[in-house]
């Protein structure tokens, strides 16, 4: 094919020579930011995309400025930045400019599809990140505070079923029943 060989004296492409630009124009104008690919393209050095994903970012319109986490709306201009843990861009955006074009075209549709899709009990996946948790869990949960469980110090009444028949002498006139403190861990000796 003609065409693919060679473009340009296969008739397909008009052959007209461009003026040679006499500024060299910013890289951030020469670019179709609205483009989604391009919006993604711009955020090669994200520095928070453990806070927000770059894909997300771009599908909401946005674009990386490129200075720390600043990102600007390729339809209003409108401009985001000091991104925190589950922020949703498509709902910042909406927050902070609701009369943007994308976010009136785009973004609401899609957030009304997704709110009635989760009533429907059809859950938008997530983005999940894996922790790596080196070392003994042990030591690790109690850093965090998490107490061990040893188990019952009374293996015998260790289920609500043997500690409520612990419960065979106790009285009936007594405000508080068996069942109630089985059930919160209780059991009965008797009276001593």
């Keep these: 094919c003609a065409f693919v060989l060679n473009p340009a004296t296969s008739g397909n492409v008009p052959s007209v020579s461009?003026?040679?630009?006499?500024?060299?124009?910013?890289?951030?104008?020469?670019?179709?930011?609205?483009?989604?690919?391009?919006?993604?393209?711009?955020?090669?050095?994200?520095?928070?995309?453990?806070?927000?994903?770059?894909?997300?970012?771009?599908?909401?319109?946005?674009?990386?400025?490129?200075?720390?986490?600043?990102?600007?709306?390729?339809?209003?201009?409108?401009?985001?930045?000091?991104?925190?843990?589950?922020d949703v861009p498509d709902i910042e955006h909406k927050r902070h400019f609701p009369a943007c074009p994308f976010v009136i075209s785009v973004i609401n549709p899609r957030l009304e599809t997704s709110s009635s899709s989760s009533r429907d009990g059809n859950l938008r996946p997530m983005h999940v990140t894996n922790i790596d948790l080196d070392g003994d869990?042990?030591?690790?949960?109690?850093?965090?505070?998490?107490?061990?469980?040893?188990?019952?110090?009374?293996?015998?009444?260790?289920?609500?079923e043997s500690r409520l028949r612990s419960f065979s002498s106790w009285s009936p006139n007594l405000i508080q029943t068996p069942e109630i403190l089985a059930q919160a861990g209780f059991y009965y000796e008797g009276l001593s």
Excluded at 141 to 157: E, F, I, M, S, T
Aim: proline content about 10%; aromatic content about 8%; some cysteine.
């Design 137 to 160: 869990l042990d030591e690790l949960g109690a850093r965090l505070g998490v107490q061990k469980h040893n188990g019952p110090k009374r293996p015998d009444y260790g289920t609500v």
């Design 18 to 86: 461009s003026p040679t630009p006499t500024t060299t124009p910013s890289s951030s104008s020469c670019l179709d930011y609205k483009n989604e690919a391009v919006r993604l393209a711009s955020f090669d050095d994200w520095p928070v995309p453990d806070i927000v994903r770059p894909e997300d970012l771009a599908r909401a319109g946005f674009y990386s400025l490129k200075n720390e986490d600043n990102t600007k709306c390729a339809f209003c201009k409108g401009v985001v930045r000091a991104w925190e843990p589950n």
